[in-house]
T-cell receptor, first 114, second 114 residues
Framework: GNSVTQMEGPVTLSEEAFLTINCTYT??????LFWYVQYPGEGLQLLLK?????DKGSNKGFEATYRKETTSFHLEKGSVQVSDSAVYFC?????????????FGGGTRLMVKP | DTGVSQNPRHKITKRGQNVTFRCDPI?????LYWYRQTLGQGPEFLTY????????KSRLLSDRFSAERPKGSFSTLEIQRTEQGDSAMYLC????????????FGAGTRLSVL
């Protein structure tokens, strides 16, 4: 079956620090990979995506590269801000079922201190 | 605002009572998904509609759960004879089958069963 494993949080960083949140996956077929972010009291928002091996997704200074050889999709940002404090979810979607539902990791809480 | 809307945002009920949640998807989105998220975990897929047809259900969806999307627009999720283990955040997402099938999430309905 499909599964996603993320590093456990919380991750606490000072403003302008470098961020890495690890994500590895197991899937049948060739999945598309996603990072979603959940701010307090809000729904999940798509942060970035990659649909095939070696693709790099990027948005708002965040980046993640689809690494098929290591089955990974680590999230990185060069300089975090207090406003980046949120919970980050890695997810995959395979195309071998009609619904294309998402399989999520457990989430990683990021806390950025001024 | 044309995002995914969920009502109510919070629901407190006593064990054994029935509850119903509503989801209004983004206009023209033909796919609608329900997920459940327990505290500290990632969302888990429950069920999925394409237009008015319920095409897939997770094993998590016990007989006490029923979902409908009668006219292919809004959807309802009903839980009968609620149990304390049903306490969770219930998330709705919608997407277009074409154009990458990106899922957009609502803010969720938080259910507390006392």
């Amino acid at each position: 079956g499909n599964s996603v494993t993320q590093m456990e949080g919380p991750v606490t960083l000072s403003e302008e620090a470098f961020l890495t949140i690890n994500c590895t996956y197991t899937a049948t077929g060739y999945p598309s990979l996603f990072w979603y972010v959940q701010y307090p009291g809000e729904g999940l928002q798509l942060l970035l995506k990659a649909t095939k091996a070696d693709d790099k997704g990027s948005n708002k200074g965040f980046e993640a590269t689809y690494r098929k050889e290591t089955t990974s999709f680590h999230l990185e940002k060069g300089s975090v801000q207090v406003s980046d404090s949120a919970v980050y979810f890695c997810a995959l979607r395979t195309n071998n079922n009609a619904g294309n539902m998402l399989t999520f990791g457990g989430g990683t809480r990021l806390m950025v201190k001024p | 605002d044309t995002g995914v809307s969920q009502n109510p945002r919070h629901k407190i009920t006593k064990r054994g009572q029935n509850v119903t949640f509503r989801c209004d998807p983004i206009s023209e989105h033909n796919r609608l998904y329900w997920y459940r998220q327990t505290l500290g975990q990632g969302p888990e897929f429950l069920t999925y509609f394409q237009n008015e047809a319920q095409l897939e259900k997770s094993r998590l969806l016990s007989d006490r759960f029923s979902a409908e999307r009668p006219k292919g627009s809004f959807s309802t999720l009903e839980i009968q004879r609620t149990e304390q283990g049903d306490s969770a955040m219930y998330l709705c997402a919608s997407s277009l089958a074409l154009g990458g099938n990106i899922q957009y999430f609502g803010a969720g309905t938080r259910l507390s069963v006392l």
